[in-house]
């Protein structure tokens, strides 16, 4: 490779000989940068990595939480919101008092089951004379019927009154004291965070209105939106890497489900679980991901550390400082590039560079100074 690159400075005819040392010219492929140049230019030295960026399928997404992992908390019982400090983002845990209500109807329930016991153990009593007086036959049939009938019927009245107060989460053994409460609590059924608040103090709450909702994120998985002509490369137990919209860094998922029915727009769902789970995820989320169909791993660099110059593509390598001297050096070698994913290319060396390290930031300063000083050894 020859590129027109001096480093050494030109000197009018005539002009006193410089000392010999001063004379040596570096190679044409050699950028040579002082400490300041080398601290104003940033720049950040990296490895050769390899990376599955040939056959992979690149998809859309969004991170989402499946159903059992989102909960709706509505009132099972209409009323007015006496009191709840619920915000978005606050983490709560299961059990967690997120609202108290208030309705008149909740204290004549309470009313309402406490007659009903009182008719129950009257009805018993009354059951049993009948029952006792039947053996005797003292009775009519119609006369123990009739007591059993009643007994029965407000039995299922008891029951029912009971299962409505269990949904107000009622403490019966204090209601069955004669302790009527004013209002009724609403409880978290699960840990999480609070990612809705539809409501506040005073207002009135129907059954069908959603108050608040909790996301549990730490089961988070990415669901992907991939086109009908990509369905047959993809298998259940792939890798997917991917990279969130407001990230740099790669995580990775794996298939777990497969959709079995096509969008109008023509497109499948793919449903991945997360390997590593984080709860500082968010549900919504829009991410950038690659399907692996295939293992073959390739050496790649990020985009940043290749450079264009005169048609060809370019790399940087980091070289050992020459004796007494401070400078810092970078050998410019040409590279063959191939796939380019996620931000990584494939690079190929037409020689062994063994595990040199590559400018991965700041290529492009390094680019320019070749560039000016080409134009400089034209010049003269």
């Not at 490779?1 to 001063?22: D, H, T, V």
């Not at 990509?230 to 919209?245: E, S």
């Not at 995580?251 to 590593?276: F, M, N, P, W």
């Not at 050096?329 to 595990?355: H, L």
């Amino acid at each position: 490779m020859s590129l027109p690159i001096y480093f050494a400075g030109c000197s009018n005819p005539g002009s006193e000989k410089e000392p010999e040392k001063e004379a040596v010219h570096e190679k044409s492929d050699i950028v040579t940068l002082t400490p300041e140049q080398h601290k104003l230019s940033e720049i950040t030295l990296g490895d050769i990595e390899l990376k599955e960026l040939s056959g992979t399928t690149k998809v859309n997404g969004m991170l989402d939480l499946p159903p059992q992992s989102l909960v709706s908390i509505s009132t099972p019982l209409e009323g007015i919101v006496k009191s709840t400090d619920m915000l978005q983002g606050k983490r709560v845990t299961k059990g967690a008092l997120v609202a108290v209500m208030q309705n008149p109807e909740f204290i004549q329930m309470q009313q309402d089951y406490l007659d009903y016991k009182s008719q129950l153990q009257f009805l018993k009593q009354e059951l049993d004379r009948q029952e006792e007086l039947a053996k005797e036959n003292v009775n009519s049939k119609k006369a123990l019927q009739k007591a059993r009938s009643e007994y029965q019927s407000v039995n299922a009245r008891l029951l029912g009154q009971r299962s409505k107060l269990s949904l107000l989460n009622i403490s019966f053994p204090a209601l069955e004291k004669g302790q009527i409460q004013k209002t009724f609590n609403l409880y978290a059924p699960m840990s999480g965070y609070v990612t809705q608040v539809n409501t506040n103090i005073g207002a009135f709450a129907s059954t069908t209105d959603v108050l608040f909702k909790i996301a549990d994120t730490e089961h988070l998985h990415a669901e992907l939106t991939v086109f009908e002509k990509d369905v047959p490369k993809l298998k259940l137990g792939q890798k997917v890497r991917f990279v969130l919209a407001n990230e740099e860094k790669e995580r990775i998922a794996t298939v777990y489900l497969i959709g079995r029915e096509i969008s109008k727009e023509r497109t499948v769902q793919i449903h991945c679980h997360l390997d590593r789970e984080d709860t500082q995820l968010l549900p919504g989320m829009y991410l950038k991901a690659y399907v692996e169909s295939g293992m073959n791993k390739v050496e790649a660099l990020p985009d940043a550390a290749i450079v264009e110059f005169e048609g060809k593509k370019f790399v940087f390598i980091d070289q050992p400082a020459l004796k007494d001297s401070k400078d810092y050096r970078y050998r410019m070698m040409e590279v063959k590039t191939g796939v380019a994913e996620n931000g990584y290319t494939q690079v190929s060396f037409a020689e062994p560079i063994s595990e040199a390290k590559v400018v991965v930031k700041g290529a492009y300063d390094l680019l320019s100074k070749v560039k000016n000083t080409g134009e400089e050894g034209e010049g003269h």
